[in-house]
């Protein structure tokens, strides 16, 4: 059973009293250390409740997320002031990473890639949880990919700088075939693509999309 801190505090005077200081002193680093683990306990938790519920009000405004148009003018005010926030305040909590790419996603549908590129790194600068950091890293690429197919290989290093996760392999390859498309270097493209594809498959999943790119390459080739 734990003690409360009136009890912890009356057992700090007992032992004063039966044991003299040099035992109180050891007693006292003892229960400074447990005030302040509470205290970095309480701590975490109010900024998690807090970051959790800024969070909330971001779903809310973009109607949980799930955004297939642009938000209007009030709600993009809403949803700079709630990121800006969780930024500013909780930028080590998962909710200001989630808000950050829900603005980036945002940013996109508006065709804004320099903002949306600005806000996925963003993510990455802060360290993110693992799973977080690869969906980032795949979007960033997307992204810097979008902005120009001169910018492959720094979608290409992005990939790369992230740690291998065999459930973001049809992703990421994919992602990959399509950089190794934009700097002409088809057969590498045309392995990418086989990657991801094989990878969806021992994953149950089907991607009609991959399957339509690595045929069009194959054309591409007969053609030549």
């Given amino acids: 059973m734990n003690r409360t801190d009136e009890e912890e505090i009356e057992l700090l005077k007992r032992v004063w009293s039966e044991y003299g200081k040099p035992a109180v002193y050891g007693v006292a680093i003892t229960m400074a250390v447990i005030f302040g683990y509470k205290a970095y306990q309480k701590h975490q938790h109010e ?81 993110p949880e693992a799973e977080v950091e690869q969906v980032a890293r795949t979007r960033l690429a997307r992204v810097i990919l979008g902005q120009g197919d001169e910018n492959a290989q720094v979608a290409l290093d992005v990939l790369a700088a992230g740690k291998a996760d065999e459930a973001f392999t049809a992703t990421v390859e994919g992602v990959r075939g399509d950089a190794y498309v934009a700097l002409g270097q088809l057969d590498k493209a045309r392995a990418a693509y086989q990657k991801a594809l094989e990878a969806a498959r021992d994953h ?6 991959l399957q339509f790119k690595l045929d069009d390459l194959a054309a591409n080739v007969k053609e030549g």
């Fill in 204 to 209: 149950g999943e089907s991607l009609p999309v």
């Fill in 47 to 127: 900024t998690a409740s807090a970051a959790s519920a800024l969070y909330q009000n971001l779903l809310e405004t973009t109607q949980a997320g799930q955004m297939a148009e642009a938000l209007s003018e009030e709600q993009k005010t809403t949803m700079t002031h709630v990121v800006s926030n969780l930024q500013d305040d909780y930028s080590g909590t998962r909710y200001a990473s989630f808000a950050t790419m829900i603005q980036a996603q945002q940013q996109v549908l508006e065709n804004d890639l320099d903002s949306a590129r600005a806000s996925l790194e963003w993510v990455l600068d802060n360290k």
